[in-house]
């Protein structure tokens, strides 16, 4: 087993400075989630972490795992040929909205029903960032985009609600604001035995922010830091005051059947079948 | 004592799973579709047995990306399907390609394009095979003509994959794929079984692109320490991404002609009939079967003809063409396509007039009749 004491033996340094724009919140989630790798106290050696297409993608090539930046919208597949064929490796999947919510829509829903364990950390910018601004299937109703140019006619779409009626055992949002929330919830999330999906609400001033006139970084820190309610306090809250804002915390946690753990029953059950039948 | 190995009734689809449990294969993920499913079921069977993976994934773009993970780990992983589903597929095939990751597809050929004749044979992904992915790659494709074939090949498309690291084409069609014959196995430790290689240098040390002689990467397993990174992008020889034209140009040339040096153990062919023909028949798959029926039956009337099985279509073995149709009087290539084999054929033999094609698309097998009557026509 691979321990560390120095949370910087996470990150592949020599291949920083990272590609992201001035002011993205990329960063923050990666940060969140290796203080969560770190103070969960994973073996470096049995954690592989998994991408797919797009600015959040390109985390995995900074962090010192193996790693596997895959096809678009495809890594959760790959993250479950990992976990299938080696159940003891820890599998973290960093995906975007666009990658996540519209083009690997299905095999978030089956990765979800399976419950199978991997640990789904969905960076939303509410942008196709990487292609230059195009709206994802999280981008709010009525905002800006290059190919909304009137505004986005489709409906604001709430993926930790999929997550969880798909089967999800666990699930999270939080936001590049509420870090300490975020490093939480990925914790929990790699703790459960099950499929665990968080929703890491990022900002994107390039390709998003500008258009939409939401100001500069900070100023969408503070749009994030005003609108989010922890579900908690929202339970006793008047739905009136809820009206313009979104929620954070945790959103689900059950109990479920794990995949690789039930097929590895399975093949204890054939392996001892076969050896009564020799005898 | 009686095994497995004794003389038994097998299906083509079965032989071809028989082939990769016998090769090592210990991962399988995929999506039900006609004519290749009897794969998956005896997967889904078979695998947990040995302790192997099987699982049916949502579509078959999930199934190969399950595959190529599951790869990774150091896992020998196949997948099946057939047209609808090998187009799916080409994305992820064109990402083991570029990222060398070794893996079997297997693609149990029926009638295209789109639906086409989901139970009907058709030989006509030959193209696909080799093209299907965008942008240029290495790639191996292997086609059986029996039911044995289907065994013994998809051992060597495990075993190709693994020492080349390739993703390897297996090109069943719905004729070898759903034929019963009567098969005796080889013993299992006749078989000759390949792992790919592995690093032996530190985790410090590993350079996950970088090569000796060989061309071929040393390839280390998920979880055992080496901290490697993977990515479809391209890449330098420690695996992360590069923008360096010169670097690029570097790997892509060795990624393009890494199967260059290995053409001879590569190229599977047999031949029948060959020593005094003068004329020839090149085909593949289920109709060589006609073929060597048709050739039988034109030897009886003196006419001199001789059969090439191709059982390795890509790389295209283009020195075994030259040299099996040297000299000929006219040369045939059957298959159940508009002619794509021929395309191959022509070009490198760079000689129109000695060829002819003898081509079937409407789902029903050339019969042997039909290239008779063809050979006669040109040859008397």
């Known amino acids: 087993m691979q321990t560390t004491t120095n949370i910087e033996n996470l990150f592949r340094l020599n291949r920083l400075p990272h590609i992201w724009c001035p002011g993205c919140g990329n960063g923050i989630i990666v940060n969140a989630v290796q203080k969560a790798i770190y103070e969960s106290g994973l073996d470096k050696d049995k954690t592989v972490i998994v991408s797919g297409i797009g600015c959040s993608s390109r985390a995995t090539g900074y962090m010192n795992f193996d790693t596997l930046h895959t096809a678009h919208g495809r890594a959760i597949t790959f993250a479950t040929g990992i976990k299938l064929a080696r159940p003891e490796l820890n599998v973290i999947v960093l995906t975007g909205d666009g990658d996540c919510a519209a083009i690997g829509g299905n095999h978030l829903i089956h990765a979800a029903r399976r419950n199978i364990d991997l640990n789904v950390i969905m960076f939303n910018n509410s942008i196709y960032g990487m292609t230059g601004g195009q709206f994802s299937p999280m981008t709010p109703h009525g905002r800006l985009a290059t190919t909304s140019p009137y505004g986005n006619l489709e409906r604001t779409f709430d993926i930790c609600k999929l997550a969880e009626c798909a089967g999800a055992s666990y699930v999270g949002r939080s936001t590049v604001y509420h870090v300490q929330l975020l490093v939480n919830l990925i914790k929990k999330a790699i703790e459960n035995k099950g499929f665990s999906f968080v929703e890491a609400i990022s900002i994107c001033p390039i390709s998003y922010g500008r258009r939409n006139k939401l100001g500069d970084a900070p100023k969408m820190l503070e749009w994030l830091k005003e609108h989010a309610v922890n579900i908690k306090a929202a339970q006793k809250m008047e739905p009136e005051k809820l009206k313009d804002k979104f929620l954070i915390g945790e959103m689900y946690h059950g109990e479920a059947p794990e995949y690789t753990q039930l097929y590895d029953e399975l093949i204890a059950k054939l392996q001892k079948g076969a050896e009564k039948d020799v005898r | 004592m009686k095994t497995k190995r004794n003389a038994q009734l097998l299906q083509g689809n079965q032989a071809c799973s028989l082939g990769a449990l016998d090769a090592g294969v210990r991962f399988y993920a995929g999506y039900p579709i006609t004519p ?345």
């Not at chain 2, 080889?186 to 040390?205: F, G, W």
């Not at chain 2, 060959?274 to 079967?289: H, K, M, N, P, Q």
């Open chain 2, 36 to 380: 290749s499913t009897e794969i998956a079921e005896f997967m889904a069977e078979e695998l947990p047995k040995v302790g192997g993976k099987f699982i049916q994934m949502e579509d078959e773009i999930a199934g190969i990306g399950a595959v190529v993970g599951a790869a990774l780990t150091g896992t020998k992983a196949l997948t099946a399907t057939s047209g609808p589903g090998f187009s799916l597929m080409q994305e992820i095939i064109g990402f083991a390609a570029m990222t060398e990751v070794p893996c079997v597809i297997v693609n149990v050929q029926r009638m295209g394009p789109s639906t086409g004749g989901p139970t009907s044979p058709a030989q006509a992904d030959i193209m696909q095979a080799r093209w299907g992915t965008h942008g240029d790659h290495p790639v191996i494709a292997l086609s059986p003509g029996s039911v044995l074939e289907a065994y013994t090949l998809t051992i060597k498309a495990v075993n190709f994959s693994e020492k080349y690291r390739v993703p390897v084409i297996f090109l069943l069609d719905e004729v070898i794929g759903h034929l019963r014959e009567k098969v005796v196995l080889p013993e299992l430790n006749e078989l000759e079984i390949i792992d790919r290689k592995r690093p032996t240098v530190s985790p410090e040390q590993y350079k996950p692109y970088a090569v000796d002689e060989s061309g071929i990467p040393a390839m280390a397993d998920f979880g055992q320490g080496y901290h490697w990174h993977v990515t479809g992008l391209n890449h330098d020889e420690t695996g992360g991404p590069t923008g360096k034209a010169d670097v690029i140009n570097q790997q892509l040339s060795r990624l393009f002609h890494k199967l260059d040096q290995y053409r001879d153990e590569i190229t599977l062919y047999q031949t029948f009939d060959v020593e005094d023909a003068e004329y020839l028949l090149i085909s593949f798959g289920c109709s060589t079967r006609s073929s060597l029926a048709a050739v039988e039956l034109l030897r009886n009337e003196g006419i001199k003809v001789g059969l090439l099985q191709l059982q390795t279509i890509w790389p295209f073995p283009d020195h075994v063409i030259k040299d099996f149709t040297k000299n000929k009087k006219g040369v045939f290539v059957v298959e159940m396509n508009d002619g794509q084999l021929c395309l191959e054929v022509e070009r490198t033999i760079g000689n129109r007039d000695l060829l002819s094609r003898i081509n079937k698309i409407n789902g029903e097998l050339i019969t042997p009749q039909e290239i008779i009557d063809k050979v006669k026509e040109v040859a008397l």
